[in-house]
């Protein structure tokens, strides 16, 4: 098992910054593959970025490429994602996500365990 909880969320205007963060806790974070989703309301749960679990390789939704930074920190068992110039469209649930799966996973069906989630409203 391993436990997330993410944390960061909040409500900005647009164009302003957050950086989520993703504990985990239980077994070796390190092993896992990390990946962070989003949903808004009536929508399906979108990808946003994944790493692998050493950080060597990272992949991005094409809606937050050259916005969003996705990071680790295998020393301390976190996950990262700094969301810079945010708008009203990036508005959702921010899910933090483990995937056992060698290779990075964009798909939300081939991770294993999610944190509770950490709102994040953009204002325009």
């Known amino acids: 098992q391993v436990q997330l909880v993410e944390s960061g969320g909040g409500s900005v205007q647009a164009g302003g910054s957050l950086r989520l963060s993703c504990a985990a806790s239980?077994?070796?974070?390190?092993?896992?593959?990390m990946g962070w989703f989003r949903q808004a309301p009536g929508v399906e749960r979108d990808f946003v970025g994944a790493?692998?679990?050493?950080?060597?390789?990272?992949r991005y939704a094409e809606s937050v490429k050259g916005r969003f930074t996705i990071s680790r920190d295998n020393a301390k068992n976190t996950l990262y994602l700094q969301m810079n110039g945010l708008n009203p469209e990036d508005t959702a649930v921010y899910y933090c996500?483990?995937?056992?799966?060698?290779?990075?996973?964009?798909?939300?069906?081939?991770?294993?365990?999610w944190g509770q989630g950490t709102q994040v409203t953009v204002s325009s």
């Open positions: 996500a483990a995937s056992g799966a060698w290779i990075v996973q964009t798909t939300s069906t081939e991770y294993d365990y």
């Open positions: 239980g077994r070796t974070f390190s092993r896992y593959s």
């Open positions: 790493i692998s679990s050493t950080g060597q390789v990272i």
